[in-house]
Each structure stands twice: as C-alpha cells, then as structure tokens.
C-alpha cells in the first residue's frame, strides 16, 4: 500500500481535483490515502469534493514544500494504522506543472518492487551537479534524489526528520554555498535557476536545496540507499527528453 502527500502551490481548485482523480486512476487499490497539504497563496476550499481517503491539510509553510511533507508525514503518524509495509510518496504540484508527471507516477509504481528492500531508502530522480568540480568530501559532489517527487518507506521517516532539522540548524560546506550562490542569486548563467526571486524566496529556496542533498546524503550515512526512479538507461532518456519539451 502507498500513501501519498501532495502539496499544493500553483494549482487552481479544478486542477488540484484532477491531478487527485489522475493520482487513484495510476495507483487503483494500492492507494491508502492522500494528504493534501494546501500552501499556495489562495486557500483551496473542495469542501464535498473530496473521497474519503483524502484530507485536505491547511498549512503555513516556513520552508516551502519541504516543511509541507513535513506536516504531510505528522498528519500520517497520527494514525492508527500500521505502517511497516507501507510507503509515502512526496510529491508537489511542479510535478505536473513542470516535470511530465503522468511518466513519472507510472514509474514510481513499477518501482514498488522496493518493498523488499529492508533498510531505509529514498526513491526519485536522482541528479548530481554536472560541469563544477570540486573536493570530494562536499555535498555538491553527491548525487542527491529531486524532492518535487520521491518515495521513501516508513524507516527513512526519523532520517527525513533529521535531515529538516539539520538543514535548518547547520550551514552548507564552503563549496556547496558558492554553489547556491551560482544557482540561486548571481547574474545568469548555465547553472542559475532561471527566475528574478525576492531575498525571501532565496533564502527558503537556499534551504530547500540544502535540504534534498543533506536527506539523500543521509539516507547513505544511515545504511540506506539512494535509487533512480528511471532504473533503464531508455527510461533516463525518455525522462530527459520530455523533461525539456515543457
């Protein structure tokens, strides 16, 4: 069985209840539950609309959708079901937005095979910062899974917990902060995200960054394993091909 958090950032109320109906049409009866955890600027209200294994979860987000799987988890914990052969896909709404997610979702459920896998692990795209090179011991030289969409079972729980707190409370080696400064906040160029941001929005999008490569990171540290969703060296083609037509 699979829950599943979605965030919510972009989408209007119509699009939210698409992407939901799309979400049970790929998964079927390996569907637990879906949380909806709201953070976009208007608050969704789907009062009526929505099944019953499907709760729709207001949240203030200080860390954008990190902090919003966060609560996702929380919401899952205060269950009484058991959880030991269960998983959680985290995912945001850029997924559908900016990424081809009806690919991706069809991956993720070909991957369930994981369920035999018995230490902690966290299942996704999984990327490395290409053309910048630099010592080994820095998080840039490590692959690191995307967090706009990823699977983790019940026992990388405690390690993504962690992680947010650590990637709140520590700083990112030398090497890694030039990067994000490259990223994030200096004149175009082939490594900047692409978009004018407020010093706000830098600062949170800082930490997100920080945080998918420390989790990933820590997944490894903790005997665990870090997997691509696109095993095939055709599926990493396919995913990279219909990544760029959006």
Known sequence: MIDVIFVRYYLN????????????????????????????ATELCMEGKLSHNIKLV????????I?????????????SQSYDERFILCLNDT??????????????????????????????????????????ASLLNKEFVS??????????????????????????DIV???FFDIHLSQEPNPY???????????????????FERLFSQSVKDNHGIVIDVNASILDKLVYRILDRLL
């Open 13 to 40: 109320e119509k699009g939210v209840e698409s992407k939901l109906s799309q979400l049970e049409k790929v998964y079927g009866n390996i569907l637990n539950r879906i949380i909806v955890v709201d953070i976009g």
């Open 58 to 65: 207001r949240f203030d987000s200080d860390m954008m959708d």
């Open 67 to 79: 902090s919003a799987y966060r609560k996702g988890i929380e919401v899952l914990l205060q269950s």
């Open 95 to 136: 997924l559908f937005l900016k990424h081809p997610g009806r690919f991706l979702l069809k991956q993720f459920k070909k991957s369930l095979w994981v369920k035999d896998i018995k230490q902690p692990f966290v299942l996704g795209v999984v990327d490395k910062t290409k053309s910048i090179h630099a010592e080994s």
């Open 147 to 172: 967090t706009f969409a990823f699977l983790i079972n019940w026992k990388s729980i405690e390690i993504f917990m962690r992680s947010y707190n650590d990637a709140l409370k520590q700083e990112p």
């Open 176 to 178: 890694l902060s030039s």
């Open 192 to 210: 900047a995200w692409g978009r004018a941001m407020g010093q706000d929005i830098i600062t949170v999008k800082r930490l997100c960054v920080f």
